[in-house]
């Protein structure tokens, strides 16, 4: 008996596609999606672009520079890349890399400052009334993970290509604290670091080895926070928008799917015999969803302004504008994924595996800056990629409505063209 049943309950597994795509073909769409995204990352597939400003232009720190630029887990570079048949451009100026952190071009800049090679490596504690330059890393604190890839690295070049100068400087420290060094003694030391120079000036381009990467503050640096640095909550929006478009989605799949339970119950039947035609009704359920998803995000985005100090009212504007884009956009995905399911059991689970998965691509379970070039690309294919791109810009980077026509465009072309489709799929009840 015990078999016959466990027979029967596969068998109605089997029938039951809803069932079966949640038990079986959900999993292993979110095992691939993550495990593309850290294994992608381990092997050094996610570097972090930083520019370099190099204000010293000496011999130390052009060493430095062209060590950063070799270092595999970073893209480090110095100017602008150039565009297809145009001049090279000017190198970037604390200005301009300032500038360029701010616009998100790219995630931090890393400042060598003028007298760098006098002292470019600290032994001891840094002397009382001395001024001692020090490396400025610029950063965005909406990306953590970059700045602290940055410090560290940092100290692995200069330990790893620039071993003269901390065996002179090592030296120095020595010396002083020693009482002085005999005149034997400088000579043999000079001769050993002019035959270390000459390795390192060999092995310049090809800094391969390994070392520890400790913030040990060989190198002196200090870090500025040039974006989010005065904002109370700084990653509040970013966590309303992602896990808002999410549940938006849940919400227009639900709303959409009555479509689906009054063809069943034949109230779709006696709707489209009356005066109302099936455009009519497509309209009347999308602005209905629309409506649903915009005021679920309202009641989101003021949670997080009463509870999480979320600065809503000063970017008023850019969410009512970026608000309606997405509710509209998720409303006709709720449309066509109605159009499309021929059950209600398999619209629920269809939407449930499209939602999760656009979800984990977009941004809204894992952060896409932290996320490989490739995975980045694909969340460009999904609302919420282009949802969350608008409200960082709006709450995190301050920007202006003017300059969200890019997202703004994007969701309203997909809102269209998924309400085309529906309403070409829609012809089925119709003809019924």
């Known amino acids: ?54 204000e010293d232009q000496t011999a130390a720190s052009r060493r430095l520079v062209a060590a ?10 110095t100017a602008p890349k150039p565009k297809k048949d145009q001049p090279a451009s000017a190198p970037y100026t604390a200005d301009t890399a300032l500038a360029g952190v701010k616009a998100g071009d790219f995630q931090a800049a890393l400042i060598i400052p003028k007298g760098f090679s006098q002292n470019p490596i600290s032994f001891g504690p840094r002397k009382p ?28 070049v200069v330990m790893t290509s620039m071993g003269d100068l901390m065996a002179d400087q090592g030296m120095k420290f020595f010396g002083e604290a020693a009482g002085g060094l005999t005149p034997e003694q400088k000579k043999n030391i000079d001769a050993d670091l002019a035959r270390l120079r000459q390795l390192q000036e060999r092995n310049q381009q090809n800094p391969t080895a390994t070392a520890d990467q400790s913030q040990s503050a060989l190198v002196a640096f200090k870090v500025r926070d040039v974006v989010g640095e005065n904002k109370k909550s700084p990653m509040v929006s970013f966590y309303a928008a992602g896990i808002g478009v999410m549940f938006l989605l849940f919400t227009a799949s639900s709303a959409g799917g009555s479509l689906l339970d009054e063809a069943d119950s034949g109230a779709l039947d006696r709707v489209l015999s009356s005066h109302v035609n099936m455009t009519t009704l497509l309209a009347g359920k999308m602005v209905y969803c629309t409506m649903l998803a915009f005021s679920q995000l309202c009641v989101m985005f003021l949670w997080g302004w009463a509870v999480f100090h979320l600065d809503l009212f000063a970017h008023l504007s850019g969410f009512l504008v970026m608000g309606l884009s997405t509710a509209f956009a998720v409303a006709n995905f709720g449309m066509i994924l109605a159009s499309l399911s021929k059950t209600r059991a398999q619209q629920g689970a269809v939407g449930t595996l499209l939602i999760l998965t656009m979800s984990a691509i977009g941004g809204s379970m894992f952060p896409r800056f932290l996320m490989p070039e490739s995975m980045k690309l694909a969340g460009l294919f999904t609302i919420n990629g282009w949802a969350i791109d608008g409200f960082t810009k709006v709450f995190w980077y301050d920007e202006p409505v003017s300059h969200l026509w890019q997202q703004v465009g994007i969701l309203l072309a997909i809102g269209a063209v998924l309400f085309f489709v529906a309403r070409r799929f829609a012809r089925r009840w119709e003809s019924a």
């Open 68 to 77: 950063l630029e070799h270092e595999a887990t970073l893209n480090a570079f």
């Open 1 to 54: 008996m015990i078999s016959a049943i466990v027979r029967t309950s596969f068998r109605a597994l089997r029938r039951d596609r809803g069932a079966f795509i949640l038990t079986f073909v959900l999993p292993v769409a979110f095992f691939s999606i993550f495990a593309v995204i850290f294994s992608q990352s381990r092997n050094g597939a996610n570097k972090v672009s930083v520019a370099i400003v190099d």
């Open 129 to 156: 009334g001395v001024d001692q330059p020090q490396i400025e890393i610029l950063h965005d604190s909406s990306d953590p993970i970059a700045v602290q890839i940055v410090g560290g690295m940092l100290q692995k």
